[in-house]
Nanobody, 116 residues
Framework: QVQLVESGGGLVQPGGSLGLSCAASGRTDSIYGWAWYRQAPENVREWVAKINNEGNIVYRDSVKGRFTISRDNAKNTVLYLQMNSLKPEDTAVYYC?????????WGQGTQVTVSS
């Protein structure tokens, strides 16, 4: 099995920046891709950014130009999300997701709050 642990959430003012990390442990192999999702109160969980094993990246429109997803290419066991120019509507619990041949894995989530 795979365990994912996110870190880096917190409280930030509008216009500020935060960086999230997600570390994978356990048996990681035949990875198809990684993603960041988020879920705001009373909303469905939505994808934010995705990176596949080939390094192709997609962002949801609302975060394009502000968020950057990346990974540790050496070991492919750490995922990052750099969030700039944060807005109140970015407030949510952010989840790390890993899809590999053995299954679909989720972290426990980290809270990001954007407020003055």
């Amino acid at each position: 099995q795979v365990q994912l642990v996110e870190s880096g959430g917190g409280l930030v003012q509008p216009g500020g920046s935060l960086g999230l990390s997600c570390a994978a442990s356990g048996r990681t192999d035949s990875i198809y891709g990684w993603a960041w999702y988020r879920q705001a109160p009373e909303n469905v969980r939505e994808w934010v950014a995705k990176i596949n094993n080939e390094g192709n990246i997609v962002y949801r429109d609302s975060v394009k130009g502000r968020f950057t997803i990346s990974r540790d290419n050496a070991k492919n066991t750490v995922l990052y999300l750099q969030m700039n120019s944060l807005k109140p509507e970015d407030t949510a619990v952010y989840y790390c997701n890993l899809v590999q041949a053995s299954g679909n894995f989720w972290g426990q989530g980290t809270q990001v709050t954007v407020s003055s």
